[in-house]
């Protein structure tokens, strides 16, 4: 399968603060874009979808580069409950198969 | 409304023993995902059905690795004879899309340890 890269982290950053991760992937023919959020020994959910125009859901904002083949996630004012993994996913282009990165860890402290 | 049910939700077996881990999809969802997530690997898609048939297995690992769906509520994925480095959390995953950007629903995932 294609690569989906991301910078592992962790990143450690105080409440309130902005913080941004970035993803690349590989397969110029990817259609779909997402971040999924994976809590401690639990299961990845989605956060939301990325779409070209870019979108935003409260402090959450995200951004697709199809040029360069690049998306982006920035959380602000920062919680204490943000304090998760965040795993960039890529749908392969045919299908519904999803390819997931490693994922970024990101702890937020008081 | 339940979620995606798996079973077991811990599994220590010893190597050279048979594996069946068990999956619900959500109701009304026509596809079914099987994944599995180390920290070396990540989550990787191991296979994946749509309407009960499997569609893309190419993500199995080998041949010890197999996956039914017998109907629409359940589904299976069995190693035998297991190894140590089968031992992983294996999630599943259903979803009920029109379109790739639907999302999956994913289980509490059951972690297998094999000694």
């Known amino acids: 399968r294609k690569e989906v890269e991301q910078d592992p982290g962790p990143f450690n950053v105080p409440e309130g603060a902005t913080v941004a991760f970035n993803c690349t992937y590989s397969?110029?023919?990817?259609?779909?874009f997402f971040w999924y959020r994976q809590d401690c020994r639990k299961e990845p959910k989605l956060l939301m979808s990325v779409y070209s125009s870019g979108n935003e859901d409260g402090r959450f904002t995200a951004q697709l580069n199809r040029a360069s083949q690049y998306i982006s996630l920035l959380i602000r004012d920062s919680k204490l409950s943000d304090s998760a993994t965040y795993l960039c996913?890529?749908?392969?282009?045919?299908?519904?198969?999803?390819?997931f990165g490693k994922g970024t860890s990101l702890l937020v402290t008081p | 409304d339940a979620g995606v049910i798996q079973s077991p939700r811990h599994e220590v077996t010893e190597m050279g023993q048979e594996v069946t881990l068990r999956c619900k999809p959500i109701s009304g969802h026509d596809y079914l995902f099987w994944y599995r997530q180390t920290m070396m690997r990540g989550l990787e898609l191991l296979i994946y059905?749509?309407?009960?048939?499997?569609?893309?297995d190419s993500g199995m690992p080998e041949d010890r690795f197999s996956a039914k769906m017998p109907n629409a509520s359940f589904s299976t994925l069995k190693i035998q004879p297991s190894e140590p480095r089968d031992s992983a959390v294996y999630f599943c995953a259903s979803s009920f899309p029109f379109r790739s950007t639907d999302t999956q629903y994913f289980g509490p995932g059951t972690r297998l340890t094999v000694l």
């Open positions: 397969n110029s023919a990817s259609q779909s």
């Open positions: 059905f749509n309407n009960n048939v499997p569609i893309d």
């Open positions: 996913v890529v749908n392969e282009g045919s299908g519904y198969a999803l390819n």
